[in-house]
């Protein structure tokens, strides 16, 4: 961004500023050769230039990004600074986020170095606690000075951990070996989290944890990855156990690649040879991935295990979209018995809420007592702010209207918001080219942090205010996301603004796009920033990818383009829009497989229309929807068509059906006309 916008950006905001920064004994420096020390050391951070880092800190001092300066400079240095020199930090930048990102970073060092007194000492002082590795460190020393009494809670929640986190780590891997010589972990515990690393293709993960429970074989287990059914044709030296664990984990890997042929391997040898709980698993995973594909025959291996209590959560998730998409008579019951069979935590998702009260209502015994309990469950979650919610809605006979605006925030709220030090320091840090930084400080000021400061959360009126200063400044994303954690009440301009409202309505006017439906996929692609760029290298406000955008440049006749034009906002707006409408047109104008396209590509969206060989089932869009294998596309998909409808509704001021937008979904009718295979 250029420091004119820079200087623009921050008319006003500095009379408050200078005078929180003198908490911190900073003077304000805003000159533009101040910033580009800042943005140096940001660059030399990136690259590990220890070096460059403590040349230029001295020139950062007084500056209102100080604090970040002095966390970069010290951070590259941890392992070898002084625990003196660390609290001086701390002391200096007391209540700010990089006091709390520092002591996360020195309480990792400090437990990967087993000073567990030290780490004790200085836990409680940490405000995030959102670090998985280092609450199972934490963990470790209460089990270590409290021994068994805690050792039943300190399993379940390194269990619960442990198996959230697919990269390697020494914290949880440390506690759950710990504990397994102590006996609060299973064996069984320790494959279940080996297979689940082979599953989600993480071989070192799985490899640590084999190391805990069956060490002798560990090396072996880069076999087991790569060359799965080369390992099954030999013959392992090692305990009955082992083997058949090692075994598990091959069937798993060959499933990830191929489920049918897992499947013919299970039939063909493997199954007698697996206990129950065993077979289970594996044709759960033959089922899971066998969904992913879209697959006919999901069902029939999922139908294969004896005991869903065996299954876990996700191959859970894949038996109840495999059964949506059937059209066999059992498929209801199926939807049912798989979401009760979920944890008690996913089962709270409004995504299996909404399928299990329409599982209910399913019975063909229908009684008073299940129509009471189907509708509960859909008024729990009923609302306009997510795609559930506001199916819920409209399944209890209503339609997604604009909620009542709660009061603006007081001068009062706004100027409290206007003095928090870390939303100043996010605000200045994102002017300057410094996104990540500013996002996270942001977050933390808004998020883990109440307004004073202190760790917990802000309040509904704290939000507003704090969404209402990002809006102001048109920082859009941050608007967005601090008005969405609102808990009772909905800022629909926060959460749902217009910027460029004319130049988006001009254009979709004159190539005939709903309006409502471009809103709903800007605010999902960018946040409206319109310098947003994705590590694919998609840019600008509807993120469009460089050989994409030279297409459609050609496709709608905008002459002259160059790739360097696709942040500009009327541009990116001309050729995003004119390639969605291409997109829309060649999916015969289906709202949510045009969106799957302009996220995954045309290509993957016409396959998953019809994934057998240009035939499938007709469904509900919701379904279709929820059966996209993508977990990124899925979440994309219905939250651009959650946004469409919210943003219809308040482009319109009239009640909207986010069924009508979602429509059914099944293969090309061939009656209209060919799809536009040159879409890229």
């Known amino acids: ?69 002095a966390y970069w400079e010290l951070k590259a240095r941890l392992d070898e600074a002084s625990t003196q020199e660390i609290r001086a930090f701390f002391s200096k930048f007391e209540g700010s986020y990089q006091e709390d990102r520092l002591r996360n970073d020195w309480l990792l060092l400090l437990g990967s170095r087993r000073d567990w ?135 798993i890997r060959v499933a990830s690649q191929d489920p049918d042929v897992a499947a013919k391997l299970m039939r063909a040898k493997w199954q007698p040879h697996l206990t129950t709980e065993e077979r ?60 009760q069979a979920m944890g008690s935590d996913m089962r709270k998702d409004p ?40 199916l819920a809605l409209e399944e209890l006979g209503r339609k997604v209207t604009v909620p009542t605006k709660p009061p603006a925030p007081t001068t009062e709220e706004l100027e409290v918001a206007k003095r928090n030090p870390s939303l100043q320091r996010a605000l200045y840090a994102i002017a300057i080219g410094l996104r990540a930084e500013g996002v996270r400080e942001w977050n933390y000021g808004t998020n883990l942090v109440n307004a004073q400061g202190q760790s917990g959360l802000m309040t509904d009126r704290e939000l507003l205010a704090a969404a209402q200063l990002a809006c102001d400044h048109q920082v859009w994303d941050r608007c967005i996301n601090t008005s969405e954690r609102t808990r009772n009440v909905i800022d629909v301009d926060q959460r749902y603004p217009m910027p460029f409202k004319e130049a988006v309505i001009q254009r979709t006017r004159t190539i005939q796009l709903d309006p409502a439906y471009v809103y709903g996929l800007i605010r999902q692609e960018s946040r409206f920033v319109m310098d947003a760029k994705s590590h694919v290298g998609a840019s600008g406000l509807m993120q469009v990818m460089p050989a994409t955008a030279r297409w459609t440049a050609r496709k709608i006749g905008l002459t002259g383009f160059t790739p360097d034009q696709i942040t500009d906002r009327d541009t990116n707006i001309a050729i995003g829009t004119g390639y969605l409408k291409l997109v829309l047109d060649s999916f015969e104008g289906s709202m949510p497989l045009a969106a799957a396209a302009y996220n995954a590509g045309p290509s993957r969206s016409r396959r998953w229309r019809a994934p057998n060989d240009g035939t499938g089932p007709v469904v509900e869009g919701a379904i279709w929807a929820e059966n996209v294998p993508f977990n990124e596309t899925r979440d994309y998909v219905k939250k651009v068509l959650s946004n469409t409808t919210n943003y219809a509704a308040l482009i319109t001021s009239q009640p909207q059906s986010l069924k009508a937008r979602l429509g059914m979904v099944g293969p090309r009718d061939k009656s209209a006309p060919e799809e536009n295979l040159e879409l890229p």
Not at 200 to 210: E, I, L, M, W
Not at 297 to 318: E, G
Not at 377 to 385: M, P, R, T
């Open 1 to 69: 961004m250029e420091y004119r916008v820079i200087v623009s950006f921050f008319v006003g905001l500095f009379v408050s500023f200078a005078s929180s920064l003198s908490a911190f004994g900073a003077t304000v420096a805003t000159d533009a050769k101040a910033d580009v020390v800042i943005q140096d050391m940001a660059h030399a951070f990136k690259r590990n230039d220890k070096k460059r880092l403590t040349a230029l800190l001295p020139q950062a001092k007084g500056h209102p990004l100080e604090a970040w300066a």
């Open 280 to 339: 289970n698993w594996v044709w759960g995973v033959i089922g899971r991935q066998s969904a992913l594909r879209l697959s006919e025959d999901a069902l029939d291996y999922f139908a294969r295990v004896a005991h869903t209590k065996d299954l876990h959560d996700d191959m859970l998730a894949w038996k109840v979209r495999a059964a949506l998409r059937s059209d066999k008579s059992t498929k209801w019951a199926l939807v049912e018995g798989a979401i």
């Open 351 to 390: 995504t299996w809420v909404y399928w299990y009260a329409r599982a209910l209502l399913s019975h063909k015994k229908m009684t008073p007592a299940l129509q009471q309990e189907a509708n509960a469950l859909f008024e729990s979650i009923a609302g306009v702010k997510g795609f559930y919610e506001q």
């Open 117 to 251: 007194t030290t780490l004790e000492s200085e836990y409680p002082h940490y405000r995030m606690r959102d670090d998985r590795e280092l609450r199972c460190y934490f963990l470790t020393v209460e089990f270590i000075q409290k021994g068994p009494q805690v050792g039943a809670l300190v399993a379940d929640e390194v269990r619960r951990n442990w198996m959230a986190m697919r990269e390697a780590d020494d914290g949880c891997t440390l506690a759950a070996d710990r504990l397994y010589d102590a006996k609060f972990f299973s064996a069984l515990d320790i494959w279940r989290k080996a297979r689940l690393m082979i599953e989600h293709a993480r071989p070192v993960t799985a490899r640590n944890a084999v190391q805990i429970v069956a060490p002798q074989v560990a090396t072996v287990v880069k076999d087991v990855y790569n060359n799965p059914s080369q390992f099954l044709t030999k013959h392992i030296a090692a305990p009955q156990k082992v083997r058949q664990e090692l075994v598990v984990m091959a069937l």
